[in-house]
């Protein structure tokens, strides 16, 4: 279940980085945004195991909130869903 999870996961990062990088983004800059989007999905994997921890969900999104910081545009790491 967690291969498939992250599998998943992965699947639109990578198919994001085929795109920016068929649109004239140098290989540096492919890199950057790969390294980026893996540090999201981290971020988000650690949210996952937080909630499934039971910790609360206020908590968790405290947490991702703080790991994303950097890497993402709004609060929920370039990520919100319907609950």
Known sequence: MQR????LALAPLM?????????GHSDKETQADIQRHRAMA?????AAKCLESGKGHDLCMKELQAACKTL?????CGMKHAH
């Open 72 to 76: 993402a545009i709004g609060k929920y």
């Open 4 to 7: 498939l999870l992250t599998t």
């Open 42 to 46: 981290a971020a988000h994997e650690a």
């Open 15 to 23: 198919a994001m980085a085929a795109l920016a990088h068929a649109q």
